[in-house]
């Protein structure tokens, strides 16, 4: 095995960015209704779980050391979704969006070989989209990361354009990783939020992305969706039956499933059954080992994961790390 393996789905946690917006209005509200939408026995149960990982979120040493134990190369490494704080006046964005892209920077130092990073885009404030990009790739990081949606936001909004255009022209890679979801009251229990709307949001933003001709119009993007695309990949029948019945779901210019194979997908869908799926529907080179790393809602054993979907030795491998490697330009 030649190719290093690796994880395009590991997190880090930011204290700097806390810091930063602790106490600025708005924040206080917003975790209030974070706190109401998944509800007080998941609160009971993620507090002491992300306490008890904050050494493998803060620490390099930490993190590479569970890396090998993982049999994990190299790890695209992406910001908290809880640092996205989409709630931020555009004064505080700005502050933090540079403050989190220079800290990932700062963190994937201590081993550049082996640690990649993404910076943060305020989606709150379109117009700060294209500096934030810019600013993370100045900071050498190989792109940034996004929610599903920002307040009263799609990804197709077209005031997202220039950023589109701006991360299709410099090879940018763009994670999306939701972070909330909009069904609101009916998922803040049981973490329904998470297990529910994670792919549920997954579904939704890329389906705008595809409908909306986004994707169309930048055929270039090079964008990851985290956990395997939701549910989009596995069902989207029914979105290629509605764009050939009805005109007003033809906003792109081919059927939406055609769109997998100008997407990348992380691996990280807990059933092999599906992973197997997904790479038959995208490609195997469209598919990127993930893990969450190191949250509960993820996999200690990304590889494992991987060799339980039972690929062909080829596709194996290029999941495991070919395709990330091409992407992220590793030797």
Not at 69 to 83: E, F, K, N, R, T
Not at 287 to 316: C, H, I, N, Q, Y
């Amino acid at each position: 095995m030649t190719t290093p393996t690796v994880d395009v789905h590991a997190h880090v946690l930011l204290p700097e960015v806390e810091a930063l917006v602790d106490g600025v209005s708005g924040l206080a509200e917003a975790r209030a209704l974070d706190a109401l939408r998944n509800g007080p026995e998941a609160l009971a149960v993620s507090g002491p779980m992300v306490r008890e990982r904050i050494p493998r979120l803060t620490d390099a040493a930490v993190r590479l050391a569970a890396m090998t134990a993982q049999g994990v190369d190299v790890q695209l490494v992406s910001p908290s979704p809880s640092h996205y704080h989409y709630w931020a006046d555009e004064d505080t964005a700005e502050k933090l969006y540079r403050l989190a892209n220079e800290a990932t920077a700062a963190h994937c130092s201590a081993a550049p070989d082996r640690l990649r990073g993404l910076g943060l885009v305020p989606l709150q404030h379109p117009g700060l989209a294209v500096r934030a990009l810019d600013h993370a790739l100045a900071c050498g990081l190989a792109g940034v990361e996004v929610s599903s949606h920002a307040p009263g936001r799609d990804l197709s909004d077209p005031a997202y354009a220039p950023f589109w255009s701006r991360a299709e022209r410099t090879g940018a890679l763009v994670f999306l990783h939701p972070f909330g979801c909009t069904l609101d009251e009916r998922l803040d229990r049981w973490y329904l939020s998470n297990t529910v709307g994670q792919p549920t949001e997954n579904a939704v933003a890329l389906s705008h992305l595809i409908f909306s001709g986004v994707l169309d119009r930048h055929p270039g993007l090079r964008l990851i969706a985290a956990h395997g695309g939701g549910y989009l990949p596995t069902h989207l029948g029914r979105s290629d039956h509605a764009w050939r019945a009805r005109p007003d779901a033809r906003g792109c210019a081919h059927p939406p499933s055609g769109y997998l194979k100008r997407l990348y997908f992380d691996s990280l869908v807990h059933d092999p059954h599906v992973l197997r799926e997904l790479v038959r529907v995208a490609g195997a080179d469209r598919v990127l080992l993930g893990s969450d790393f190191p949250f509960d809602m993820g996999t200690e054993d990304p590889v494992g994961a991987l060799r339980a979907a039972r690929l062909p030795d080829a596709d194996f491998h290029a999941v495991r790390g070919g395709n990330a490697a091409a992407l992220l330009s590793l030797e």
